[in-house]
């Protein structure tokens, strides 16, 4: 059975930093990504990473403030996130799929449960 399990997640004044974990269970996954939700807005797509590392993807809105890793021995992938901003709050999801990154949610068969980052001003 495919589980995805992310934690990390918390409450953070802006400017300060959080790092997200996802473990995987059941399987090896060539792509994840990491989405997020705020209140009242669509799921939205904020990093993905191939089974190399070498294929990387970000939204522009988080470009140069978050990283995205894995550890494929671990099965686990990371998100850094770094001058956290009132507006980065959201639930934030890891997703999982066999094939190539992709910045959809189309894209990702698997899915955790979500864990709530929260940036106060």
């Known amino acids: 059975q495919v589980q995805l399990v992310e934690s990390g997640g918390g409450l953070v004044q802006a400017g300060g930093s959080l790092r997200l974990s996802c473990e995987a269970s059941?399987?090896?996954?060539?792509?994840y990504g990491w989405f997020r939700q705020a209140p009242g807005k669509e799921r939205e797509f904020v990093a993905a990473?191939?089974?190399?590392?070498?294929?990387?993807s970000y939204v522009d809105s988080v470009n140069g403030r978050f990283t995205i890793s894995r550890d494929n021995a671990k099965n686990t992938v990371y998100l850094q996130m770094n001058s956290l901003k009132p507006e980065d709050t959201a639930v934030y999801y890891c997703?999982?799929?066999?094939?190539?990154?992709?910045?959809?949610?189309?894209?990702?068969?698997?899915w955790g449960q979500g864990t709530q980052v929260t940036v106060s001003s």
């Open positions: 997703a999982a799929d066999s094939k190539r990154i992709g910045v959809k949610r189309a894209d990702y068969e698997y």
């Open positions: 059941g399987r090896t996954f060539s792509a």
């Open positions: 990473i191939s089974r190399s590392g070498s294929s990387l």
